[in-house]
């Protein structure tokens, strides 16, 4: 690869990702930038749900020990940490970063997804196929995916940390690239390029052999100590995808195809803020060695609008379980469930959708009739459902735990829990909607 | 003389999520057998294969050179990360489940 390039390395890729991994990216990388991607739909939901039972969360919770493990290796380095755990709370996630005391660490908060202030009860979601008013829950608030222009005056401000909220993933390692190389904001292929960098970067190990081995199928070496991949970027978009040698995993063009469409619809039109990327004629040349150099993205113009996660209340989720053992399990597993509904029908007047499962013969894919063992000898039994009221949530739980006396022969091992939970609705905002700023700290 | 192999032989899978919707890209280990698959594993056998799981349509995108299909299926994860009450809201085990599907090869 020429002078000049760039290195780029992911040090999470969800909110609760390892981190020994983007440890040893700091300290032996050669890093210009290392970047921690922890935001999904999911954990953006939580974060609201959070900050509204303490304004002081609603970030990262492994942002402090992240920090202190990976800064001051950063600073040495010369290498910049780029990161959305603000979550919902960004500027409170930089204050957090302050207090930690890092020796020479600068913060920038990158500001302005937090749209909630313009959602109104009018406001159409999924594609109009309702609005907020339809929803009939408490808005928990709603945030725009920023793409890599809100990060570029945190990165021309020189600090060692930008931490932002609610960024489109491949977004965080674009504005890198767009910061070092000058990259026009309307250079659609070299954006494009630059989108498949971090698309590729920012789910972690799943493309250095993380969520690849399949025993028989597909052997991964040094699994348990998987390393976070890095990409080294030439000024004209095309890269290399490598770990550190020491490191567990591998980089082959099989690890790299499967990342390439993960949570990707249309390849020849992938939708972020910053572009419409391209990646129908992407070349991959596996160089050995965990070496596999790409070219070949390309990208059209962005689009006119921001799409917004829309957050609501969504009740509690309760679930209860108890397992059937030895001959007859799965029989006895299912007339409990079917008194469980029958009760939570006929007793207490539940209305609400039911989920019964056999964990064991038939649960996550239970529409399914391929592999269903006909009768396991270990069954358990998961009722659950999603109520507006706690008190509800555990009648569910409470009739499940009456069936270890009341319910069929053999029942043991009740767990039950009632977690609060969140909905979440797409909407859409024009981009002049959604001004964005940083603040700098230190 | 044909005989029927699961996909899980010959390629390999995965799924991601964006709301209700499920995509799953699947690949050959060997570019012997990408007509095989291109020619058998439809949209429309996708659809049959995941019955009443899926409530939308199922669409077929095609990456020939990368010997690489990507099957995006609506309505497929009851609601969606945080709207399921199934264990796997975010359909990640659907790949497993793309890759039991049979497929007839010659003897």
């Known amino acids: 690869m020429t002078g000049g390039a760039v290195r780029i390395g992911c040090g999470a890729g969800f909110s609760a990702d390892r981190l020994d991994g983007a440890v040893d990216l700091a300290r032996d990388g050669r890093l210009d930038a290392l970047v921690f991607e922890c935001v999904g739909e999911r954990t953006l939901a939580f974060g609201h749900r959070d900050r509204r039972l303490d304004p002081a969360k609603g970030f990262n919770p492994q942002l402090e020990a992240r920090l202190k493990a990976v ?45 909630t202030a313009l959602i109104g009860p009018e406001t159409p979601l999924d594609g109009g196929r309702l609005s907020v008013a339809d929803v009939d829950r408490e808005l928990f608030g709603a945030n725009a995916y920023l793409g890599s222009d809100a990060l570029l005056p945190a990165l021309e401000a020189g600090v060692s940390l930008v931490i932002g909220g609610r960024i489109a993933d491949p977004a965080l390692f674009l ?38 081995a399949d025993p028989g199928h597909k052997e991964v070496p040094g699994l348990a100590r998987v390393g976070y991949p890095l990409a080294e970027v030439a000024a004209d978009g095309t890269f290399e995808l490598t770990k550190l040698p020491d490191a567990g995993g591998m980089v082959t063009a099989a690890t790299v ?3 390439l469409l993960y949570e990707v619809h249309d390849p020849g039109r992938y939708l972020t803020p910053d572009v419409t990327a391209d990646f129908s004629g992407v070349h991959l040349d596996d160089r050995g060695g965990d070496v596999v150099a790409l070219s070949g993205a390309d990208g059209t113009a962005r689009p006119e609008t921001l799409k917004v996660t829309v957050a609501f209340d969504g009740g509690f989720l309760a679930e209860g379980e108890v397992s059937y053992a030895g001959r007859g399990a799965a029989g006895r597993a299912r007339l409990a469930g079917e008194v469980a509904e029958e009760r939570l029908r006929r007793v207490h007047g539940f209305t609400e959708e039911l989920r019964l499962d056999l964990i064991g013969v038939q649960s996550l894919h239970r529409h399914h009739d391929h592999g269903v063992a006909p009768e396991g000898t270990d069954v358990r039994l998961r009722v659950a459902g999603r109520f507006r009221e706690r008190e509800r949530a555990e009648m569910l739980l409470w009739e499940v735990e009456s069936l270890l006396c009341c319910g069929p022969a053999g029942g043991g091992g009740f767990r039950g829990r009632v977690t609060p939970s969140v909905v979440t609705h797409d909407a859409f905002l024009p981009r002049s909607d959604v001004p964005t700023r940083v603040e700098v700290f230190g | 003389m044909t005989r029927r192999i699961e996909l899980r032989e010959i390629a390999h899978a995965r799924a991601g999520d964006k709301g209700d919707t499920s995509n799953i890209s699947l690949w050959v280990f060997d570019p012997a057998d990408w007509g095989l698959v291109r020619g058998q594993v439809t949209a429309e056998a996708v659809k049959a294969h995941f019955g009443a799981q899926v409530k939308g349509r199922v669409t077929r995108y095609e990456l020939p050179h990368l010997h690489g299909l990507n099957f995006v299926l609506e309505g497929a994860l009851d609601g969606g990360v945080n709207g399921s009450l199934n264990l796997d809201g975010h359909g990640k085990s659907w790949s497993a489940i793309l890759l039991a599907l049979e497929i007839e090869v010659d003897q």
């Open chain 1, 71 to 115: 800064w001051p290796l950063c600073i040495a380095g010369g290498c910049t940490i780029v990161t959305n755990m603000g979550v919902a709370n960004p500027r409170r996630a930089a204050e957090v970063a302050m207090a930690l005391g890092v020796d020479g660490g600068r913060t920038a908060a990158v500001l302005g997804d937090d749209v």
């Open chain 1, 257 to 259: 195809r499967e990342q």
């Open chain 1, 175 to 212: 504005s890198v690239l767009r910061h070092s190389f000058g990259w026009a904001a309307d250079d659609w292929p070299l954006l494009g390029a630059g989108t498949l960098v971090g698309h590729l970067l920012e789910c972690g190990a799943q493309v250095t052999g993380g969520y690849f």
